[in-house]
């Protein structure tokens, strides 16, 4: 018997009209998300788009299209856009372009379905931690809360459409000036130490050359701390699963607004957080033995290095998706290119031939991105249902979500079939892709190795010494692996503001100002992704 909730049933993924409108923006997203990918080489959120969109079918004045009034349908299309965008750039057209760009078109077969299982994988395993103490629904996660705050507002108006319109405006007019306002807007909502740390990590990478003449990444440097940063993540998360469960003492990028009902819902158990992590690496070790096979390295390798390639694929696939995750839930970026970098040198300098590290880069590069856009769209759906305050209907809900999520997947997959030969034939591939081909061509050297070491220490030091909840190693890491010191400069300045205004007003300014962070951050992706569109128009 199915059971009876506070909000009633929640909107089925499958229903036919809505599932109708699901392969649809699924299409439309992944056919975006590819163009933007290898024309501009970036990927921009759609998850706005799609709410947008539902939002406008629903004022059709004809019967059938009333349903889309519902917020929890807007969100089960913004989830299907958005995760066929990822998927289709990110996790799937990124993978291919790597052999073929080395001229090995004979694996982009091979590469396509492992790229596709690990990014099912990806998806499935962020469901499975989505409100567990490693990714707390109470966490930031900047791009969900974002999109949550757009639906609240086209469905209620009010006060709080006019704050959000108010921080779309500027986050819009921002943008104009190239002031970066997403990071200024995630300042406002997310921890404060963890994007202090990003910020500074923003600065230094950017003016290490100007103003030093230091190139970071000629040292090896930021690779180095994400390495030392990234093991002792790991290590935080084993810890977390093995210690005894203490109480928990709140999110503190938790709004006023949510912080009362954001914790209403208990966290999965230690147990089911453990069973789910070793699910997903029994998964990914699946996935890079079918990689490995079908990409024919048996032929190619020992047997004791094929075997310790599935291993290290299968442990780096999973490390990667960590990080990018904890990227993400508290700044709303996330390394991928970089941390795929990362798993490429150390493959190089382990010895893998050059077929094995095209696949091992691609499998690596798949990871990550889905996990990250299903962490907003998991944390959007969180919002929009109550903040966990009926249980069961956040259940069902998420349940729906994953549904859509795996449907445009799907699609994705199907889309960059069809079309990845068109791209190809023009020579269109993303641009990091080129990266990682001369990387595999160019190979690294012993001093490299040294480097990595050496830098890893203080990654190391800074990621335990900030704890499991701040992340500081690795928020710091994902600034230094960026060149944008203008986004660094807007995430102090965020925060600056956030302490003097906080100080002044106290608890009652955070539901407000957590608003109109959202609309900032919303104001930038709309305008990033028009001008995206516009440019690649133009191009």
């Known amino acids: 018997m199915e059971k009876q909730t506070k909000h009633g049933k929640h909107p089925k993924a499958i229903e036919p009209f809505t599932l109708l409108l699901t392969v649809a ?4 997203g992944a056919l975006i998300g590819m163009q933007l990918i290898v024309t501009l080489g970036i990927t921009a959120s759609t998850s706005i788009i799609g709410a947008l969109l539902a939002m406008l079918i629903a004022r059709i004045p004809v019967a059938i299209f009333r349903k889309y009034r519902s917020i929890h349908r807007q969100n089960l299309i913004q989830t299907a856009i958005s995760s066929a965008t990822y998927g289709a750039a990110n ?9 073929f760009i080395l001229g090995k078109t004979e694996l982009i077969m091979p590469m396509l379905i492992g790229a596709a299982l690990a990014m099912f994988v990806d998806s499935f395993m962020l469901y499975r931690l989505f409100n567990t103490d490693i990714f707390p629904a109470s966490g930031t996660w900047p791009d969900g809360r974002a999109t949550a705050e757009s639906i609240f507002a086209g469905d209620k108006g009010g006060k709080r459409a006019g704050l959000l319109g108010l921080g779309i405006a500027g986050g819009v007019a921002g943008s104009i000036f190239g002031i970066p306002m997403s990071a200024f807007g995630v300042a406002f909502i997310g921890n404060v130490w963890a994007l202090a740390m990003f910020g500074i990590g923003l600065l230094i990478k950017g003016y290490s050359m100007p103003v030093l003449g230091v190139d970071l990444t000629d040292s090896y440097i930021p690779h180095g701390f994400m390495i030392g940063a990234g093991l002792v993540a790991l290590i935080q998360v084993t810890m977390i699963i093995m210690k005894k469960k203490k109480k928990d003492d709140g999110d503190a990028s938790a709004t006023a607004e949510g912080s009362a009902q954001e914790h209403s819902m208990e966290r999965k158990s230690k147990t089911e957080t453990s069973r789910s992590l070793i699910v997903g690496f029994v998964l990914y070790l699946i996935v890079s033995l079918i990689v490995a096979v079908i990409g024919g390295l048996i032929t190619e390798m020992s047997v004791g290095m094929f075997i310790g390639f599935i291993i290290f694929a299968a442990f780096m696939a999973y490390v990667h998706e960590l990080i990018v995750g904890i990227s993400a839930m508290h700044s709303g970026w996330f390394p991928a290119f970089a941390v795929a970098l990362i798993t490429l040198i150390i493959g190089l300098l382990i010895g893998f031939p050059p ?39 956040e259940k069902d809900g998420r349940r729906q979500q994953f549904t859509s999520a795996m449907i445009a997947f799907g699609i994705a997959l199907i889309v960059v079939l069809f079309t990845y030969n068109h791209y190809f034939a023009q020579d269109l591939v993303p641009p990091v892709d080129k990266v990682y081909a001369a990387t595999i061509e160019a190979g690294v050297s012993g001093d490299i190795a040294k480097e990595l070491l050496i830098w890893a220490i203080p990654g190391a030091l800074l990621q335990w010494l900030g704890g499991q909840r701040r992340q500081l190693g690795i928020l710091f890491s994902t600034g230094l692996l960026l060149t944008y010191p203008e986004a660094g400069w807007a995430v102090l300045a965020g925060l600056l503001i956030r302490t003097i205004i906080t100080k002044w007003k106290g608890e009652a300014a955070e539901a407000p100002i957590s608003i109109l962070a959202a609309g900032f951050i919303a104001g930038d992706a709309l305008y990033n992704f028009f001008s995206s569109v516009f440019s690649m128009k133009k191009g």
């Open 355 to 393: 077929t094995a590290l095209a696949l091992l880069v691609g499998f690596s590069a798949a990871t990550g991105p889905a996990f990250a856009d299903m962490g907003f769209d998991l944390k959007a759906g969180y919002i929009l249902r109550g903040n966990g305050s009926d249980p069961e209907f």
């Open 91 to 99: 996790s799937l057209l990124i993978p291919i372009g790597i052999p």
């Open 25 to 28: 923006t699924a299409v439309l």
